[in-house]
């Protein structure tokens, strides 16, 4: 995998050489738009509102609309001219403790590799942020952008996580109820035993995209010209909740019900243990 930027990590006087590498891809299937008679793909072509007329690459400008209808030209000088201190650092001006960030401020991670000579020095600044539980919030360019980005310990390594601007952050005051409702000490109790019977150790690998899988398999039958079986939808689930405990009781229920069931299935590794050691045992009585 070939990193998508190269510079370095810089706070107070340290300077550390990095690679930055995709953390995350984004796995989706990819539609063309066909003609229905000859299924040839459809192209598209840049024409002008004022006269639909096709207009040739050499001749689109990009424009700002700054009032409606009226647009500012920029061209590729004016571009130029916005001067930003450093493209090829990610530079921390403040250590934060992580749990005052809200998460809806972080939205794309990166992996961060030192390179020759900033081996120690990431490591050190590894240690510290795993230490203490801060992040280092930064800024950094990447594709001629400037962003918001944080430094923090993942594992091994550190990662930079690409942060939205505090303008950019809505607000959820639109939003109506929310878990302002009153609550029953009953219904929060029986929630509450309803959360715990269904918690696991986090294994990100168990959650698939079922939707795609589910589409590709169509995909598959169709390419190879077969008849496309449908499941019968689900029933929708009802809306209107009227006694929320029985509701809550029959989950908990099903749930331990589902739990005993996987329990009952899964082989003993006790019992397995234990015949091998006798079968281990009549080996070497025999031998």
């Known amino acids: 995998m070939r990193p998508i930027w190269k510079g370095s990590i810089s706070f107070g006087l340290v300077y550390i050489p990095v690679a930055v590498y995709p953390a995350t891809r984004e796995e989706k299937l990819s539609f063309r738009q066909l003609r229905s008679s000859d299924l040839s793909p459809i192209r598209y072509k840049k024409v002008a509102e004022?006269?639909?007329?096709?207009?040739?690459?050499d001749q689109i400008v990009k424009g700002f609309e700054y009032e409606r209808g009226n647009y500012v030209v920029m061209k590729d000088e004016d571009f130029?001219?916005?001067?930003?201190?450093?493209t090829h650092s990610i530079d921390i001006t403040d250590f934060?403790?992580?749990?005052q960030v809200d998460p809806k401020f972080?939205?794309?991670?990166?992996?961060?590799?030192?390179?020759?000579?900033?081996?120690?020095?990431?490591a050190v600044l590894h240690k510290a942020l795993s230490g203490t539980g801060k992040i280092g919030i930064a800024k950094v360019?990447?594709?001629?952008?400037?962003?918001?980005?944080?430094?923090?310990?993942?594992?091994?390594f550190l990662i930079l996580e690409l942060m939205h601007f505090a303008s950019e952050i809505l607000s959820a005051d639109v939003l109506k109820n929310g878990s302002a409702t009153a609550v029953s000490d009953k219904e929060l109790k029986m929630a509450q035993a309803l959360i715990e019977s269904m918690s696991v150790s986090w294994e990100p690998e168990k959650y698939r995209d079922e939707y795609r899988t589910?589409?590709?398999?169509?995909?598959?039958?169709?390419?190879?010209?077969?008849e496309v079986i449908t499941k019968a939808p689900a029933p929708p689930a009802p809306t209107n909740v009227v006694d929320l405990v029985k509701v809550l009781q029959d989950s908990l229920n099903r749930t331990q019900s589902a739990r005993q069931k996987r329990n009952a299935t899964r082989p003993s590794t006790r019992r397995s243990t234990s015949a091998l050691v006798k079968q281990r045992r009549r080996a070497g009585a025999l031998g």
């Open 50 to 57: 004022a006269d639909s007329k096709e207009v040739p690459a």
């Open 80 to 86: 130029e001219k916005v001067r930003i201190e450093s």
């Open 96 to 99: 934060v403790d992580l749990e």
């Open 106 to 122: 972080f939205y794309r991670p990166y992996f961060l590799e030192p390179q020759k000579g900033g081996e120690k020095a990431y």
């Open 141 to 156: 360019v990447i594709s001629n952008r400037e962003h918001l980005a944080s430094v923090k310990p993942d594992g091994l």
């Open 214 to 226: 589910a589409l590709m398999e169509i995909i598959e039958q169709k390419a190879q010209h077969k």
